[in-house]
């Protein structure tokens, strides 16, 4: 290096920053933008009875390629009831856990913030620690406890509330349980950073004033911790509605989600292009939320500055 | 700070019970003498005998350690290069593509990125193998790296790694004595946040891998559909246990490292 002459040095530099932005730029190129193209694709192809089962192919020439394309998949998709049925019941399904998750989120946050100082760092540990174990295991482990002969049964008859079995597994409300179960981490993350700088004094300020505790929290709190709370909705509604383990796991042959619908396609029924086309339309109905999301993190952002 | 009151004693007690029953009582059962997984029959190590012999779980097990450590690799190293040129490089051209490339596969339904690249590989002719997930788990796990990375380098200050240069340093000195080990506990953590990823992806590599090859959350997804065993309960509780301890240990370190910090500074403020 201490040979090189200015230009030497500029040089290397130049090509020591072009080969930076190259290398993870081409990987992002190759597997993720690339293959979106590719489902893109199929999505407009049909079904043929070879491997792989669509056509036409870049084989057959770009113009015959070209021209065989058309929206027939997205037609059917409007056509049959099970997907219309699968998007509704996806984002009804997401929505209420999110809820959910926001119901039993909240008041955790709420009390880890008002936690004595030398507590919050165990609490925090404790929240983020299933976060670190496997989904699956902790999706698995509700199937034992929902069950038929299972143990909330086992509890609620022993204790005698209920005389018969109910049943929960296979069912909406096992994947309900399911959802804010393993999301429940992500709501309550959010919720209590923004609760952590509320600054007290306001909610004093509020109660000096003649606010009832309950309505300082309502007028005060509440809407402070209100960025909070939509990152963590969104934070749990985004994932939730293209879930795929909970509800195969957790859910009965009635719960449709888009996610499992989409598993099914392609390895059951194996229509390629039906499967690309649902994927297509999962990811517009996404780029919604998505944009909110970002919208509300950017303008969090601005406000800290 | 306010006190407790017995509304947020209560909820979180409820709620901690929430997240840690369910466990709980799989860790339990995984000691359980009874096949029947719901109905206590005596304390029993037979199943963690019955996992230990059995061989296609340890292949399994196997597989996915590898995937999980080479892909975790990889996409430490090419997220934190991602990072760099997201918090440091500037304006070039399809900036605004890189970045959205980052963030994307961060909230992409796994399905859906399982199925681009399933589609990608067949449409190449890859055989789809470890290599296939080993390209899938690097994908996605370098932009969560990278957001990690980048959240540490946007409030490193960059007058130091002038100063070095200054002092003469060559760029890539100034990177690995100064910029790296100041990063390097983003760095470290974006790779433990890869790996464990990987460990515990079940859809993107049932998309991306052939026969040849079967990971360990394949392979438990493929026997709890049948339902509850206590083999898999022994499993999760084998896998509960090494994640406590690493948590553990990880927090333990930092927390260490930080009251060194303090330690040296008062140290140096007291010999200034």
Not at chain 1, 115 to 121: F, I, K, M, T
């Amino acid at each position: 290096m201490g040979q090189l002459d200015r230009n030497g040095r500029r040089r290397v530099g130049v090509v020591r920053r072009l080969v930076l932005i190259t290398v993870p730029y081409l990987w992002l190129l190759a597997l993720f933008l690339i293959p979106f193209a590719v489902v893109f694709k199929i999505s407009l192809s049909d079904i043929a009875l070879a491997i792989p089962p669509y056509t036409p192919t870049a084989k057959d020439g770009i113009w015959t390629m070209l021209s065989g394309l058309d929206f027939e998949n997205f037609v059917f998709l409007t056509e049959d009831d099970l997907y219309w049925k699968a998007y509704v019941s996806s984002l009804q399904i997401a929505l209420i856990s999110t809820l959910l998750t926001l119901l039993v989120g909240y008041p955790m946050a709420y009390a880890m913030a008002r936690a004595p100082g030398e507590w919050r760092a165990t609490l925090l540990m404790l929240v983020i620690l299933p976060f670190w174990t496997s989904f699956l295991i902790r999706v698995y482990a509700w199937v034992g406890i929902l069950s038929g002969e299972g143990f909330l049964n086992q509890f609620l008859l022993w204790t005698g509330l209920i005389a018969e079995p109910l049943t929960v597994l296979n069912t909406n409300t096992a994947v309900y349980i399911g959802i804010v179960y393993t999301y429940l981490p992500f709501m309550i993350l959010p919720i209590y950073s923004a609760l952590d700088r509320l600054d007290g004094s306001l909610i004093e300020a509020a109660e000096d004033l003649g606010c009832s505790r309950l309505k300082a929290f309502w007028l005060v709190t509440i809407p402070l911790s209100k960025n909070g709370i939509i990152a963590g909705c969104f934070l749990v509604f985004i994932p939730a509605l293209g879930e795929f383990v909970i509800p195969s796991l957790l859910g009965g042959s009635s719960t449709l989600m888009i996610g499992k619908v989409l598993f099914e396609e392609f390895f059951s029924n194996r229509d390629w292009p039906v499967a690309s086309a649902v994927a297509v339309i999962l990811l517009l109905i996404l780029i919604i939320p998505i944009v909110l999301f970002q919208r509300n993190e950017q303008r969090q952002a601005e406000a800290e500055q | 700070m306010m006190r407790l009151s017995p509304f947020n004693i209560v909820s979180l007690t409820l709620g901690l019970a929430f997240l840690y029953l369910p466990m709980l009582i799989l860790v339990i059962y995984s000691f359980n003498e009874s096949k029947l997984v719901t109905v206590w029959a005596g304390f029993s190590t037979k199943w963690y005998g019955e996992l230990l012999g059995n061989e296609a779980f340890l292949d399994a097990a196997w597989v996915t350690l590898r995937v999980a450590v080479v892909s975790s690799t990889i996409a430490t190293v090419l997220g934190t290069m991602a990072a760099y040129v997201l918090v440091r490089g500037g304006r070039f051209f399809g900036r605004t593509l890189f970045s959205g490339m980052i963030y994307a596969p961060l909230v992409m339904p796994e399905v859906i990125t399982g199925l681009s690249l399933l589609l990608l590989f067949i449409g190449l002719g890859v055989d789809r193998g470890v290599m296939t997930i080993v390209l899938a788990h690097t994908t996605f796990s370098m932009c969560f790296v990278s957001v990690v990375v980048s959240s540490r380098l946007v409030t490193f200050d960059r007058a130091l790694e002038e100063a070095a240069l200054d002092l003469g340093a060559s760029p890539l000195d100034a990177f690995r004595l100064v910029t790296l080990p100041i990063i390097a506990p983003a760095v470290i953590s974006g790779w433990l946040l890869a790996f464990t990823l990987s460990l515990d992806d079940l859809v993107i590599a049932s998309f991306t891998s052939g026969p040849s090859a079967t990971t360990l959350p394949m392979k438990i997804w493929s026997s709890v559909r049948l339902g509850v065993s206590p083999e898999i309960n022994a499993l999760s509780t084998i896998l509960i246990g090494l994640v406590t301890v690493g948590v553990v240990a990880a927090s333990l370190a930092t927390k260490q490292s930080a009251i060194r910090a303090k330690r040296d500074e008062q140290t140096a403020a007291r010999t200034a």
